[in-house]
């Protein structure tokens, strides 16, 4: 009974065996058995091929469907798989165990990594061999500071992006964060958020309700578009904070987006707002989210990479002066330079500096650097046409390159 869980699985069982039976019949009825004689003649012979043929089609339906239904079988299997393993986690987390398998990738020396030493040693030695990475760090709650002392940026699977991170940041210490990518920048805001634990060092860090985090893809939950400005407080949140509609629609003027509450049908409207929304739109509600939280520090994630420039500036100046928000930014944009005071950079390969952030210097440096490379862009062209007049003129390159510089002296 449980291969009839499977689509088309009874079907195909069915016509098979009314197939035989149908063919054994008519096989003993032409030898005198079950159908008598062999009388019938075209008429009866017709039937009996219309019928096979049409137990045929459908058992070959059935068989199309039972091998279709093999993608369903393995997808809900991977749905399972993956649910399983998110409720492991969340159990782990309940219980306050923070310990993953991981593979240490140094060589054989024998020395621990940072992530088995920030984690005391257990289970992970050297040598290549699996090991344990355990929370060992010491975290400390405080409004109005973050403060990294060798502290490890490490991933979950047990790649040290730093080795010690050492910093602090205090309110109104605007920073500008940079690097490659696998640097580690967007995995220091996992761990000043909480989503990922601190193997090692004394971490500070504002309360849950003091920091706001906004990826570069905000999550839009279903149910109104009041709903996805105040995410994750709810309606009845709101209203016992004492706000009300109207400081929404504050926030929508503050973020460029008043014309969207009157475009999609008010605050109670209840659409697909994945599907409604721009990119730049999705991007401008997790702005208004951080307007309406008012956090201490927010960490923007590459939040403003399809919002337009002008806007983007509007939105990061209102952050500051009227919403009272320290801002950690991830971006590329000169344009955001100037909003921020601090530097942290990443190389990538372990290293980091952080340092106060001239602007003006940066955006000079960062002009040069075009220039230089508009310029070096042009080098292969210029060496090209050189040789072509030095082969039209019989000379040698080399001798007239040290003649044009003799005459320049």
């Not at 091998?67 to 219980?95: C, I, P, Q, W």
Request: proline share 4%.
């Amino acid at each position: 009974r449980s291969v009839g869980l499977i689509p088309g699985t009874y079907q195909l069982c069915g016509f098979v065996q009314l197939y035989f039976v149908r063919n054994l019949s008519g096989c003993a009825g032409e030898t005198g058995g079950l159908g008598g004689g062999g009388g019938g003649g075209v008429s009866q012979r017709t039937q009996d091929y219309v019928t096979s043929r049409n137990l045929l089609i459908g058992a070959s339906d059935a068989c199309e469907r039972l091998m279709a239904s093999y993608k369903d079988l393995t997808e809900m299997a991977g749905y399972t798989a993956r649910m399983h393993e998110l409720l492991t986690v969340f159990r782990d987390v309940a219980n306050g165990t923070y310990q993953r398998t991981t593979i240490d990738n140094r060589d054989g020396s024998g020395e621990a990594s940072a992530a088995s030493a920030a984690g005391g040693g257990g289970g992970g030695g050297g040598g290549g061999g699996g090991g344990i990475t355990l929370q060992k760090g010491v975290v400390v709650e405080a409004p109005d500071r973050i403060s990294c002392k060798d502290v490890p940026i490490v991933t979950p699977a047990g790649d040290v992006l730093v080795e010690k991170l050492s910093l602090e940041l205090r309110a109104g210490g605007h920073t500008l964060i940079t690097g490659p990518n696998g640097a580690g920048k967007s995995s220091l805001f996992r761990i000043l958020g909480g989503l990922w634990p601190s193997y090692g060092g004394v971490l500070v860090r504002p309360p849950p309700s003091k920091i706001f985090y906004i990826p570069q893809r905000p999550y839009l939950p279903i149910g109104t578009l009041r709903d996805q400005v105040i995410y994750p407080h709810t309606a009845a949140d709101m209203r016992a904070a004492g706000l009300t509609d109207g400081h929404l629609d504050t926030i929508m003027e503050d973020v460029a987006l008043s014309g969207v509450v009157e475009r999609e049908g008010g605050w109670a409207a209840e659409k697909e707002w994945a599907d409604v929304l721009s990119g730049g739109e999705k991007q401008r509600v997790g702005m208004a989210r951080l307007f309406f939280h008012r956090p201490s520090f927010g960490l923007l994630d590459e939040c403003t990479s399809a919002v337009s420039i002008d806007v983007e500036g509007q939105m990061y100046e209102l952050a500051k002066s009227k919403y009272g928000v320290t801002l950690l930014t991830i971006t590329h944009r000169p344009s955001l330079w100037k909003f921020h005071s601090h530097l942290l950079q990443f190389d990538g390969c372990g290293g980091y500096t952080f340092e106060p952030l001239d602007a003006e210097r940066r955006v000079s440096l960062k002009e040069e650097k075009r220039l230089l490379k508009r310029q070096l862009a042009g080098m292969p062209q210029m060496e090209a046409r050189l040789k072509e007049l030095c082969t039209l003129l019989g000379e040698d390159m080399d001798a007239s390159l040290l003649v044009g510089n003799a005459v320049v002296d």
